[in-house]
């Protein structure tokens, strides 16, 4: 059980266009769910936290029109990426807990290179 | 805001023998502290975790202790083995309050054969 899936797991794309990813709590219902990013041989960054129904925290530094978060049911949210650029390139994970347990489950990660 | 520091960033150990990462803490709210192991391009895999009303936990050949007062934890893994290899990660979390991870700068773990 606690399986989190993300899609895609690999995506190019041209700068200037916006990517969209998903992220799945496929057994469980996720009251939480968390975005990070993380660049080559570093840690794991915070992104913003997402409750279902409502707008989501964004983390000092983080620009919320640039990276939309969208926590629209208990199994699903999004990251937007708009008017992606070079420096966006990186890999996105998510996870998501299920109160009121703390544990949190991670999706497999999105690599997003941008040309 | 937490801040959460790790030391040391790389560590190589023989194999068999035992391996130590320490991490501080800044905010005394924080009362969940996992562990978690990140192969490349994979996503974190949690190992341990320890709450703060807890001093030690054991799990086979991985255990934390966890110091509220000096507001530091650690993770201890015995008898290495080279499937042990890969990036740690200790990260504090405040249930009760900002509801979120604090992740520390990692440790590259190496274990020789």
């Known amino acids: 059980g606690a399986v989190v899936s993300q899609h895609p797991s690999w995506v190019i794309c041209k700068s200037g266009t916006s990517v969209k990813i998903e992220c799945r709590s496929l057994?469980?219902?996720?009251?939480?769910m968390f975005w990070y990013r993380q660049f080559p041989k570093q840690s794991l960054m915070l992104m913003a936290t997402?409750?279902?129904?409502?707008?989501?925290?964004?983390e000092q530094g983080v620009e919320k029109d640039k990276f939309l978060i969208n926590h629209a049911s208990l199994t699903l949210s999004t990251l937007t990426v708009t008017s992606a650029h070079p420096e966006d390139s990186s890999f996105y994970i998510c996870?998501?807990?299920?109160?009121?347990?703390?544990?949190?489950?991670f999706g497999p990660g999105t690599r997003l290179l941008v040309l | 805001g937490e801040n959460v520091e790790q030391h040391p960033s790389t560590l190589s150990v023989q194999e068999g023998d035992s391996a130590v990462i320490k991490c501080t803490y800044s905010?005394?709210?924080?009362?969940?502290f996992p562990w978690y192991k990140q192969e490349l391009g994979k996503r974190p895999q949690l190992i341990i975790d320890?709450?703060?009303?807890?001093g030690e936990k054991k799990d086979q050949r991985i255990a934390v202790t966890l110091n509220k007062t000096a507001k530091h934890f650690s993770l201890h893994i015995t008898e290495t083995q080279p499937e042990d290899s890969a990036v740690y990660f200790c990260?504090?979390?405040?249930?009760?309050?900002?509801?979120?991870?604090?992740f520390g700068t990692g440790t590259r773990l190496k274990v020789l054969a």
């Open positions: 997402s409750n279902e129904g409502s707008k989501a925290t964004y």
């Open positions: 996870s998501a807990t299920q109160a009121p347990s703390e544990t949190q489950y």
């Open positions: 905010d005394s709210a924080s009362n969940y």
């Open positions: 320890i709450r703060s009303n807890v």
């Open positions: 990260a504090a979390f405040d249930v009760s309050g900002t509801y979120k991870y604090i």
């Open positions: 057994d469980f219902q996720a009251t939480t």
